[in-house]
């Protein structure tokens, strides 16, 4: 096996998933968030963000003009040979995605301002390493859009605040954010470790399932009452008022130090895109989160 042409096709197939097909667990969400909905203009929304969706599909065409920051998670095993390539070959792809799927040019120098034009540039795409047992690699792909980015929040609570302080450092930040992360969101909410630890956390949550319940009952509690209060905020749809602001939170967590309290929320908009594949030791892959036809 070709190892970086392997990684390079798939991550390619994965960006063009990503932004043209929302995941199951997304699409359903919306579904049942239009069923559950009881103002007219979020319903409209709701209506609005469906047919897009669908049309998405349909021509194989970004849903999102913003087809976002790309962040990509990798899981590699730790027998694989070559994983020496992999950063070249994710570079590679999100220059080529850019000309074929095709991607907005999204990558800007912070100091000269200037456009790389093809979504790579110093640190990105960002890429998060994990090594576990085994040979194959799993690759997710997390176009982060910059309405919702500009909104996630990072605070240092007091340590005896605890859960309470948490549940309002929720509620306050979906407040300030309003209608800018283009609701109904998703939410990844994590505490502890520190303060670059926590929103990291906060991030990955994103790519829970919307499905899949935290397999801690405690943390799956907490994950409800936080969905019910943040919907009792009436921000709605796309901030046009109504019962479903938020479509699922999804929390996550590290130790702390006793004397701090690190607290993150990263939004994802209501266009989740996620993809997820999965590349065995033969060459052959496994797509996790979309069929491919």
Known sequence: MNLKKTIEDVTVNLLRLAVTELPKDVKEALKQAYHHETSQAGKTQLQAILDNIELAEKTSTPMCQDTGTIIFYITAGADVK????????????????TTEVPLRPNAVDPFNRKNTGDNTGR???????????????????????GGSENVCAMGM???????????????????????????????????????????????????????????????????????????QTGIGPMGLGGKITVLGVNLDYAVRHPASFPAAVAFNCWAARRASARINSDGSTEYLTHEVR
């Open 123 to 145: 640190n990105i795409p960002y890429i998060n390493w994990e090594i576990k047992p085994g040979n194959g690699i799993e690759i997710t792909v997390l176009p982060k859009g």
């Open 157 to 231: 609570l007091s340590p005896g605040e605890g859960i309470r302080g948490l549940k309002k450092f929720v509620i306050d930040t979906v407040v300030k954010a309003g209608s800018k992360p283009c609701p109904p969101n998703i939410l990844g909410v994590a505490v502890g470790g520190g303060a670059d630890i926590a929103m990291k956390l906060a991030k990955k949550a994103l790519l829970r399932p919307l499905d899949k319940p935290n397999v801690n009952p405690e943390l799956a509690k907490l994950e409800e009452d936080l969905l019910e209060a943040v919907n």
């Open 82 to 97: 070559g994983l020496d390539k992999v950063e070249k070959a994710l570079y590679d792809a999100t220059r080529r995605a």
